[in-house]
């Protein structure tokens, strides 16, 4: 089945520092990679996603570029900020068959989730 | 426009009782998703509709939980003789459902504590 392995927190940089998030998945065919962001006390929002190979997606500084050879999709930000602070989400969507109906559906698969502590 | 929105925010409930959680997707998304989310077990899919019907429930844990979608619309996730193991965040959330690469925006949860 699918997965989604990303690297374990939590991580914790000062305010400007570069940020690489690490993320790998296990999927057949082409599926769709997402990065949500949970902020404290909110819920899961989309931070950015790409729908196939070599697609970068962008959003409030930060990118994500889909590998396809080495099956990753790592999170990166130039300078965090202190509103940065989140927990990040590596996903994926593929069309899953039921086995009750054969309809398909894409429910997403999610990575454990990296804890990130920006300070000033 | 409006989000999704999910009622009650908390629920604490004892052993045993039966819950229900409330989930109001975005207006005009046909398909809606249950998650879990809990420390163990990170984030994890529960159940999947279509419209008011329900193509994959692979994910639902064990027999005494189940989930319905009125109107195309509203959906309850019910959890019956809650054990201490189903205390978690349930998410919901919904999304256009035509492609894998549509968005789907979450609601707030629901905090279920079983004591």
């Known amino acids: 089945g699918n997965s989604v392995t990303q690297m374990e927190g939590p991580v914790t940089l000062s305010e400007e520092a570069f940020l690489t998030i690490n993320c790998t998945y296990t999927?057949?065919?082409?599926?769709?990679l997402f990065w949500y962001v949970q902020y404290p006390g909110e819920g899961l929002q989309l931070l950015l996603k790409?729908?196939?190979?070599?697609d970068k997606g962008s959003n409030k500084g930060f990118e994500a570029t889909y590998r396809k050879e080495t099956t990753s999709f790592h999170l990166e930000k130039g300078s965090v900020q202190v509103s940065d602070s989140a927990v990040y989400f590596c996903a994926l969507t593929q069309r899953q068959s039921s086995t009750y109906s054969g309809a398909g559906s894409y429910q997403l698969t999610f990575g454990k989730g990296t804890k990130l502590s920006v300070i000033p | 426009g409006a989000g999704v929105s999910q009622s009650p925010s908390n629920k604490v409930t004892e052993k045993g009782k039966d819950v229900e959680l409330r989930c109001d997707p975005i207006?005009?998304?046909?398909?809606l998703y249950w998650y879990r989310q809990s420390l163990g077990q990170g984030l994890e899919f529960l159940i999947y509709?279509?419209?008011?019907?329900?193509?994959?429930k692979s994910g639902l844990p064990s027999d005494r939980f189940s989930a319905e979608r009125t109107g195309g619309s509203v959906s309850t996730l019910t959890i019956q003789r809650t054990q201490q193991e189903d205390s978690a965040v349930y998410l919901c959330a919904s999304s256009f459902g035509l492609a894998g690469s549509d968005t789907q925006y979450f609601g707030p949860g629901t905090r279920l504590t079983v004591l």
């Open positions: 207006s005009g998304h046909t398909a």
């Open positions: 790409a729908t196939k190979a070599d």
């Open positions: 999927a057949t065919g082409y599926p769709s």
């Open positions: 509709f279509q419209g008011n019907s329900a193509p994959d």
